[in-house]
């Protein structure tokens, strides 16, 4: 788990994810060992038919958050290692298909999903597909730790230089991130960093903010 004292200082998801990676360690090895346990051979020789079958579908429970855990971790190397290939983006499109792709999720748990664009916007010197990716990991996540009646507010701004892309729940406050979500953030903010641009968390209220490089003229 994830604990925060402050909420003066926007911090790197990255930085928020290492800080605990030996509790994001622990919370995958943990289910491993109690699994470990139930399936020993003098614990499922005692076990009738139902129990049997009741201890393989929690063991599938717990094996596919392991699964997925060390799937993160995998994304998050491949995401620091790999450098995109960047070019001018128009942003509007793009988060417009953002939105589509997670609306049905949050419409389907009772959470309202606000998107404030400008009506233009100078294209950002981006990675389509890595940024849409981070942008949709950031909205799920977000979502995730979210309740019923809620409202996600998605807002974007730009300047000169760049474009600003504000993910935020202004009615929560969160002192604990769970492993997964920060790890999953973590991978958002290194395809962030891989193309020169950012992505920083803010915890109270929560808001995670993505700041993108606008595409010089000349490009």
Request: aromatic letters at 4%; a negative charge.
């Amino acid at each position: 788990m994830i604990s925060h004292t402050t909420s003066s200082e926007s911090s790197s998801a990255s930085e928020i994810f290492c800080s605990s990676l030996a509790q994001g360690f622990h919370a995958a090895a943990q289910p491993l060992t109690v699994l470990l346990a139930s399936l020993s051979k003098c614990h499922t020789d005692r076990m009738n038919s139902d129990e049997l079958r009741e201890l393989t579908a929690s063991s599938e429970v717990q094996v596919r958050r392991v699964c997925r855990f060390f799937s993160g971790l995998q994304q998050l190397v491949m995401a620091e290692s790999i450098k995109p290939q960047l070019s001018p983006t128009p942003i509007l499109p793009l988060l417009a298909y953002a939105v589509e792709g997670v609306n049905l999720v949050f419409q389907q748990n009772g959470i309202t999903l606000s998107s404030v664009v400008p009506d233009t916007c100078p294209p950002a010197l981006i990675n389509r597909a890595c940024t849409l990716q981070a942008l949709s990991t950031v909205l799920l996540v977000v979502h995730g730790l979210s309740g019923v009646r809620d409202t996600v507010e998605l807002i974007t701004s730009s300047s000169a230089d760049a474009v600003q892309i504000v993910v935020r729940n202004l009615h929560l406050s969160v002192a604990v991130i769970n492993p997964e979500a920060s790890l999953s953030l973590a991978v958002a903010e290194a395809n962030m960093r891989s193309q020169q641009a950012g992505l920083s968390l803010d915890l109270q209220p929560l808001t995670v903010c993505i700041d993108l490089p606008v595409a010089p003229l000349a490009y």
